[in-house]
C-alpha cells in the first residue's frame, strides 16, 4: 500500500470536481466519501443528489476562510491531498476498511491527531476498487495549521502496518532515497506524445548511460547536449556550475517553453553536488594511449578489479562507493556488449540503480578504480571475446549477489531487492553468452579417464561441495576447462581452491558453471614458475617497496589447444 502526499495546492473544489468527476480516461466510478472529520452534516454529492461540490468545498473551507479574515498573512496553498493506493494483488477492500485506513492515515499524518477536537476537516473519497483519495483543509479549527513534519515517512511507516493488519501485499521500508513515481499527468503525456517512458526516467537513463563517458561534470553536460539533451547550468560568478536542470526535446509547458526538471527530482543522486563527488575524484584522467597500452582487455581487467575489491567489507562508506560505481560498469557493459544482450543488461542497469542509492554518504574515491574500468570499457576500440565477457558477467553477478547482501546486513530492503532483481537479468545475459561456449567445451570433453582423475581433484579440492559440482549437466565443460589449464601447466586442485575462494558456492545455482568461468579466466595467465619464485623470495635486491608494487597481469596467447587426453594425468 502507498500513501503519496502531494504538493499542496490552493483550490479545493477544483480537486474535489476531479475526485468526483468522470477522471480523464473514464476510470472514475461511483465516487463517494467513506470517512470523514465528523460522520454528520456532511454533504457527499456522491451520495445525496441535493448536495453540490461548491457546498462540499464551503464546508471543508470554512476553518481557512476564518483565519483569513482575521488581520495578516492570509494562508496559501491550504489543500492537502493524499492518494492511498492497495497493491493490484491485493483484495478489494470494503467501504468501512477504506474509511478505517483513511482514519489511520490522517491520525499518522498530523492532520487529525488522535483525540484532537480541534483538527483539521477532511474526506476521504473512493472512486475505485483499489484506492482512495484523501482531501484536507489546513487550518485547524483554532486557526492554527497542523504539524506535518515528515508526514510522508510517517504516512509511509504506518502503510507498513495496515499491510500486515489486513494481510496486504507487504512492501519493503524506504529510506527517503528513491525517486518520485510518475504521476498520472506524466504518464498520460507520454502516452499523448508516443514515447515509451515519462520524461523523467528518459532522463534519469540518459544521465546514466552517460555518466562512463566523462571523467568531470563539464564533460557529462557536454556529452549530454550532444546527445540531444537540453541542459541549463546555473553558474557562480567565477564560472562554477551550482545546479543545473534537463529537458527532454519535445517536453514542453503550456506555454510552450521546455520543461526542465532540476537534477535532484530526476533522481536524488543525480544532483550536481553528487555528479561532482562520483566524478571528479581528483585522480588526473588518462591519456588514451596510456589506456590503450595497460596489459589486458578492459573487460579483464574490470574483472581483475572487482576482484579485489568484492572480498572489501570496510565501512559504510567505502561499500556504498563500490555499489554505485558498480552501476556505472554494469551500464559501460550493456553499451559494449553484443545487440541480443543489451536489452537484459540495461534492466540490469535500471533495476540495480535503486541499489545505488541509500542514506550512507559514499567515499567515491575509492572507487575511482572501477570508475575508470567503466570508461576503458567505453572506449575500448572491439568489443569482447565470449570468455571475456562471461568472465565479466559472472564477476558481475557475484558482486550484485553481494551487493544485496550488505545492504540487507543494513536494513535497506529496497535496494536489496533491488539488487537481487539486477542479479537476474545478469544471469539471463550470461546464460546467453555461456550457452554456446559450454556446447564446445562439452563437444571435446576429456576421456573418462581423465575425467575420473579429475573428479578426484574436486573431491580433494572442494569436499564439501563436490557432489554438487559433480551432478552439475555443465561439469564435462568443467572438465575440459581443468584438463586445458593443466596442459598449460597449472595444477587443477589450486585452481579449484582459488576459484571457490573468490565466490561461496553454497548458493550458486550451477557450482560447476561459476567454477568454469573463474577457472577460465584465471588459466590465461601464464602459470607460476616454482623456481622462479623461490629464487626471487632469495634474492636481496628486491626491496620491500617493490615487493608491495602491485603484479602486472601480461597479455596472453589464444585459449590453449584442447587437452591431450591420451596423457596420464599429473598429480
Excluded at 559494449?336 to 533495476?351: M, N, S
Excluded at 575509492?366 to 568489443?383: C, E, K, V
Aim: charged share 25%.
Amino acid at each position: 500500500m502507498i500513501a503519496a502526499i502531494k504538493p499542496s495546492g490552493a483550490n479545493t473544489r477544483g480537486l474535489l470536481a476531479y475526485l468526483y468527476g468522470p477522471g480523464r480516461h473514464d476510470e472514475h466510478h461511483d465516487p463517494h466519501i467513506v470517512a470523514g472529520f465528523e460522520n454528520f452534516a456532511m454533504p457527499d454529492p456522491g451520495r445525496d443528489p441535493t448536495a453540490t461540490l461548491t457546498e462540499l468545498a464551503h464546508y471543508l473551507d470554512e476553518p481557512v476562510k476564518l483565519r483569513n479574515g482575521e488581520p495578516g498573512k492570509p494562508v496559501a496553498d491550504h489543500v492537502w491531498h493524499c492518494p492511498v493506493r492497495a497493491a493490484p494483488e491485493d483484495r478489494h477492500l470494503s467501504d468501512a476498511e477504506w474509511g478505517e485506513i483513511a482514519e489511520r492515515i490522517v491520525r499518522t499524518a498530523g492532520i487529525a491527531p488522535p483525540g484532537d477536537d480541534l483538527a483539521c476537516r477532511w474526506i476521504a473519497v473512493r472512486h475505485a476498487d483499489d484506492h482512495i483519495h484523501i482531501l484536507a483543509t489546513t487550518v485547524r479549527e483554532d486557526g492554527r495549521r497542523p504539524k506535518r513534519h515528515n508526514s510522508g515517512q510517517r504516512a509511509g511507516q504506518e502503510c507498513r502496518q495496515i499491510e500486515k493488519d489486513y494481510g496486504l501485499r507487504q512492501l519493503a521500508t524506504g529510506d527517503g532515497t528513491a525517486t518520485q513515481a510518475p504521476t498520472q499527468g506524466e504518464m498520460h503525456k507520454a502516452a499523448r506524445l508516443g514515447w515509451e517512458e515519462p520524461a523523467k526516467q528518459w532522463l534519469q537513463d540518459c544521465i546514466r548511460a552517460a555518466l562512463p563517458h566523462a571523467a568531470n561534470v563539464e564533460e557529462l553536460f557536454a556529452y549530454l547536449q550532444a546527445d540531444g539533451v537540453q541542459i541549463k547550468i546555473r553558474r557562480m560568478p567565477s564560472g562554477d556550475p551550482i545546479g543545473y536542470v534537463a529537458a527532454r526535446p519535445g517536453d514542453l509547458k503550456a506555454n510552450g517553453q521546455p520543461n526542465y526538471i532540476p537534477g535532484g527530482k530526476i533522481a536524488t543522486d543525480l544532483t550536481l553536488p553528487k555528479l561532482q563527488a562520483r566524478l571528479d575524484t581528483g585522480k588526473p584522467e588518462e591519456h588514451p594511449t596510456a589506456r590503450r597500452n595497460r596489459p589486458g582487455t578492459p573487460w579483464t581487467r574490470a574483472t581483475e578489479i572487482l576482484d579485489a575489491t568484492t572480498g572489501e567489507e570496510g565501512d559504510g562508506t567505502l561499500g556504498q562507493a563500490h555499489i554505485a560505481a558498480l552501476g556505472e560498469l554494469i551500464e559501460a557493459t550493456s553499451q559494449t556488449t553484443p545487440k541480443e544482450l543489451r536489452a537484459e543488461l540495461r534492466a540490469a542497469t535500471r533495476t540495480f540503480a535503486r541499489a545505488q542509492r541509500s542514506q550512507i554518504r559514499a567515499e567515491d574515491q575509492a572507487a575511482a578504480d572501477l570508475r575508470r574500468a567503466a570508461r576503458d570499457i567505453i572506449n575500448a576500440t572491439a568489443g569482447p571475446d565470449g570468455s571475456a565477457l562471461s568472465a565479466l558477467l559472472a564477476t558481475l553477478i557475484w558482486t550484485a549477489i553481494l551487493a544485496g547482501r550488505w545492504h540487507e546486513r543494513r536494513g535497506h530492503q529496497q535496494q536489496a531487492a533491488a539488487a537481487h532483481q539486477a542479479v537476474q537479468h545478469l544471469q539471463s545475459a550470461h546464460d546467453q553468452v555461456l550457452t554456446p561456449h559450454l556446447v564446445g567445451l562439452t563437444a571435446r570433453q576429456p576421456k573418462e579417464a581423465v575425467r575420473n582423475t579429475l573428479a578426484a581433484d574436486v573431491r580433494a579440492a572442494l569436499p564439501d561441495h563436490a557432489a554438487r559440482i559433480l551432478a552439475d549437466p555443465n561439469w564435462p565443460a568443467l572438465a575440459t576447462v581443468l584438463a586445458d589449464a593443466e596442459s598449460s601447466g597449472h595444477k587443477p586442485h589450486q585452481l579449484l581452491k582459488e576459484a571457490a575462494a573468490r565466490r561461496e558456492l553454497a548458493t550458486a545455482r550451477q557450482p560447476a558453471t561459476v567454477l568454469l568461468t573463474r577457472i577460465q579466466h584465471t588459466a590465461r595467465n601464464p602459470a607460476p614458475n616454482p623456481r622462479a619464485e623461490a629464487a626471487r623470495r632469495r634474492s636481496p635486491a628486491i626491496t620491500t617497496a617493490s615487493a608491495q608494487q602491485p603484479s602486472t597481469v601480461q597479455p596472453t596467447p589464444p585459449a590453449p589447444a584442447p587437452a591431450d587426453t591420451h596423457r596420464p594425468h599429473r598429480r
